[in-house]
């Protein structure tokens, strides 16, 4: 799985119904973010979620999809399967509305959590999301020479990804791919197509 840049946007938590604490935020498209400066010999690289990149999963009120704390399934706080997540998306942003329940709240890592953000240490929301193979969705994404005016990067834009959960996050900065081996080579036509689709793969 890939995970995608910890935007700020608006993210904002409430006390709930006795020991429930209810979060709200939003997660921005078409904002560019830097993978990589390139090294002393390399290129930066750049990267662009486009406008409603997340609709296919969204869109589907039976796909699961979970808030996690660090893209960790073992550390849970809400989900759309239980009912605890309402999340929408539109060409400005995903936003969401998490509820985290009070049998979340009470165990270490849900306590963990809630102390860093009230310490102002957690501020960052960061997808996880698939890259659909180029057999199932040819186009998902492009990569292209950035503007000479601005600098020397490439940049990718991804135009279409399957969203699986969104996490509360401390860095607010994109790392490199662990798994998924992924062309930054540019066709004929400035789009690259992966060489390799691993379902597995995460990245940040």
Known sequence: MLTGAPF???????????????????????????????GKAGRPRKEVIAPRAFAYRIDRPDEDIHVLVGHSYDRPLASRGAGTLDIRDSAEA???????????????????????????LIRGVSPGFRIPPPVTVPDAEKVEEEDPSEGRALIRTIFAALLYEL???????????????????????????????SGAARWR
């Open 94 to 120: 995903v936003t969401f509305d998490a509820e985290i329940v009070p049998e979340v709240v009470d165990t270490p890592y849900g306590a963990d959590f809630l102390g860093a953000f009230a310490a102002g």
């Open 167 to 197: 996490s509360f996050v401390t860095v607010a900065a994109y790392r490199e791919a662990q798994a998924e081996e992924r062309s930054w080579e540019l066709t004929p036509k400035g789009v690259a197509v992966p060489r390799r689709y």
């Open 8 to 38: 700020g946007g608006e993210l904002e938590l409430r006390a709930g119904r006795g020991k429930a604490r209810r979060l709200r935020g939003t997660f921005p498209y078409n904002r560019r973010a830097v993978l990589s400066d390139g």
